[in-house]
């Protein structure tokens, strides 16, 4: 089976397994570790492996190289990309900052390296509104996501530009659609991911990450949930809570790049070292600084 075969090559080659929870099931269930952004970051830190296998998107595998350079990272599908990350370039944040100099430069992880290397710090979903209200006082800007950012720009009137990016699956979801679920589910839980527009979060119970929506609904007393994000999260959701009822909030909450990855991939670039992140050195230290300071204020 390719499942045995991933598992064997992983102990021959001295490899770990990443995955978001985007991911398909069966690849979440032959990663070593499954999380969000931030888990992964952290996991990737302070792997011993000597191969990490990222089981995610583009920008996922570059913040593990930037934090394990050492480390040969492989992405098993190598066009899996982020339309969000593609929103926003080095040479348009550039302009801005020359424009606006005196704005602290937040930037989501969900954007490539050359980004992060021109940000004061990053952000994900887990951990954006502590290390923003640590930058309260300040002028900021947010980049790439305007939901997030707009979300949290509302909820605590701060002084923060938004760019105008934002994710392709989370976007598209509106108000009927909320409305729509809790009529047809009156009694479940409304879990949104902050990178949907704010109209929507507003009809949420709770509005948080992969991470804290998977939290949320172990706490939860409630027996049905509908969940506002990639439909990959359902997996981990019904594992960990097998007595819970869980409904995706829209049938198009689908990630088609998180999609590209499957067993089949996963066992080749294991097989052939294959389709391995590399970073200029230089923008590697820049964009490690503003995780660094992401992982010590989280």
């Known amino acids: 089976m390719l499942k045995d075969e991933i598992l064997r090559l992983k102990q021959a080659k001295d490899a770990v397994i990443l995955a978001h929870f985007y991911q398909y099931p069966e690849v979440q269930d032959i990663a070593d570790y ?22 995610g998107v583009n920008f996922m595998a570059e913040t593990a190289k930037i934090l394990s350079p050492d480390k040969k990272v492989l992405l098993p599908a190598k066009d899996a990309g982020c339309p969000m990350a593609m929103m926003i370039s080095k040479t348009k944040l550039l302009k801005y900052k020359e424009q606006h100099p005196n704005r602290k430069v937040i930037c989501y992880v969900n954007s490539y390296a050359d980004v992060k290397a021109l940000s004061d710090v990053c952000v994900t979903s887990s951990n954006a509104e502590k290390i923003i209200m640590h930058f309260k006082d300040e002028k900021m800007l947010y980049i790439p996501d305007y939901n997030l950012g707009n979300y949290l720009k509302d909820r605590y009137q ?7 990016g934002h994710c ?8 009927e659609d909320v409305l729509k679920m809790k009529a047809l589910y009156p009694k479940a839980e409304v879990l949104i ?5 704010l109209a929507v979060l507003k009809l949420a119970d709770y509005v948080g990450s992969t991470r804290g929506i998977l939290n949320r609904a172990k706490a939860s007393c409630a027996k049905e949930f509908i969940i506002g994000t990639e439909e990959g ?6 594992k960990e809570n097998p007595d819970k009822e869980f409904y995706v909030l829209h049938p198009s909450m689908v990630c088609r790049n998180m999609k590209k990855t499957t067993l089949k991939e996963v066992y080749e670039a294991l097989l052939n070292e294959q389709y391995e992140i590399t970073i200029e050195e230089e923008i590697r230290l820049k964009a490690k600084q503003a995780l660094d300071l992401m992982l010590e204020l989280s």
């Open 233 to 238: 999260i359902l997996h981990p959701l019904r």
């Open 158 to 164: 701060l002084d923060i530009d938004l760019w105008p």
């Open 193 to 197: 991911h902050p990178e949907a527009p």
């Open 168 to 175: 392709l699956v989370h976007n598209r979801l509106v108000e």
């Open 34 to 55: 499954v999380g969000d952004s931030l888990d992964l970051s952290r996991v990737a830190e302070k792997a011993s492996a000597k191969i990490i296998v990222f089981c």
